[in-house]
């Protein structure tokens, strides 16, 4: 079983900061692509954030720029979210997602996490 884990959320005030991890676990050969996504109560899941392999190309959402920075550890099949100078908007469930492949398989495969969530006062 392969499986994808957030952790990280919590309840800050605004202007704080948060570092997020996603974790994934089990037989893997590869992960590709990974990024961020987020989901306010009421909305749709909105991209924040992706990350290529090698880690040479990000993408960020406009709302995030320059506060948010996406990275990976490949050796430790991780990916993080540093997040600065958080806002009220900011609020949401955060989830991981990733391109994986399993050990002994030819197809990749988009995988979720649970999600973690975050909350940001005023």
């Known amino acids: 079983q392969v499986q994808l884990v957030e952790s990280g959320g919590g309840l800050v005030q605004a202007g704080e900061s948060l570092n997020l991890s996603c974790v994934v676990s089990?037989?893997?050969?590869?992960?590709?692509?990974m990024a961020w996504y987020r989901q306010a109560p009421g909305k749709e899941r909105e991209l924040v954030a992706d990350?290529?392999?090698?880690?040479?190309?990000?993408t960020y959402t406009d709302s995030v720029k320059g506060r948010f920075t996406i990275s990976r550890d490949n050796a430790k099949n991780t990916m993080y979210l540093q997040m600065n100078a958080l806002q009220p908007d900011d609020t949401a469930v955060y989830f991981c997602?990733?391109?994986?492949?399993?050990?002994?398989?030819?197809?990749?495969?988009?995988?979720w996490g649970q999600g973690t969530q975050v909350t940001v006062s005023s």
């Open positions: 990350i290529t392999r090698d880690s040479l190309l990000t």
């Open positions: 089990g037989t893997i050969s590869s992960i590709r692509e």
């Open positions: 997602n990733a391109e994986v492949l399993r050990r002994g398989t030819v197809l990749y495969q988009r995988l």
